[in-house]
Structures are given as structure tokens and as C-alpha cells.
Nanobody
Framework: QVQLVESGGGSVQPGGSLRLSCAAS????????MGWFRQAPGKEREGVAVIDSDGTTRHADSVKGRFTISQDNAKNTVYLQMDSLKPEDTAMYYC???????????????????WGQGTQVTVSP
């Protein structure tokens, strides 16, 4: 069973930075996607960034140039470095994994089937 545990959320002022981490365990798939999604109150969940097993990354237009997804394969951990944060970045951030090919959530060419519990990010003066 794949398990994803996020950490690193918190409160920050506009223009500040945070780094989210997602520790993954329970899978040995050689090909996969890992991603970050977010959901603000009253809004639908949206994809933020994806990284695949080849290291290829994709970022949503709303975060390009400010957020960077990366991974440390030795630690089975995916990161989301968030810089120049804006109040509109406030949301619950979720880590997700696409490993079986049968996930129900499509984003950036990946089918996500496992989710973490989420970590809150709040950007306010």
C-alpha cells in the first residue's frame, strides 16, 4: 500500500517562501508520477506541479517561475519549493502519486491514484 506523508506547510507573509515535503513509501514501481495539488475553500482541487520517474517536470501556469517541484530518489521524497508566495496561493496542499495507471485523477498526462492527508499553506500579511 502506497503511503504519502506531507509536511512543511504553515503561515507566511506575501513574498515569503515555504518548502513542502512528501515522503513516499510502499511502492516499487519503476515508472511513476508524483504531483502536488491544492484546494482552496470553495474552489475545486487544481494541479500545481508534477514530476515523473525520468525527472521531467511540469508546473501550472499560475505557479511557473515561483514554485519548483523536485525529488530525492534516495529518500523517496518529493519537494515543492514555493517562493514569492501570494495570498491566492492559500490552500490545502496535497501530495499525490500515479503508480498503477488506473488512477481517477488525470493531470499533466498522469493518472493519480494515491493521496496524502494534506498540509495547509496560508499566505497573509
Amino acid at each position: 500500500q502506497v503511503q504519502l506523508v506531507e509536511s512543511g506547510g504553515g503561515s507566511v507573509q506575501p513574498g515569503g517562501s515555504l518548502r513542502l515535503s512528501c515522503a513516499a513509501s510502499g511502492y516499487t514501481y519503476s515508472r511513476y508520477c508524483m504531483g502536488w495539488f491544492r484546494q482552496a475553500p470553495g474552489k475545486e482541487r487544481e494541479g500545481v506541479a508534477v514530476i515523473d520517474s525520468d525527472g521531467t517536470t511540469r508546473h501550472a501556469d499560475s505557479v511557473k517561475g515561483r514554485f519548483t517541484i523536485s525529488q530525492d530518489n534516495a529518500k523517496n521524497t518529493v519537494y515543492l519549493q514555493m517562493d514569492s508566495l501570494k495570498p491566492e496561493d492559500t490552500a490545502m496542499y496535497y501530495c499525490a502519486a500515479a503508480v498503477t495507471g488506473y488512477g481517477r485523477t488525470w493531470y499533466a498526462g498522469c493518472q493519480f491514484d494515491y493521496w496524502g492527508q494534506g498540509t495547509q499553506v496560508t499566505v497573509s500579511p
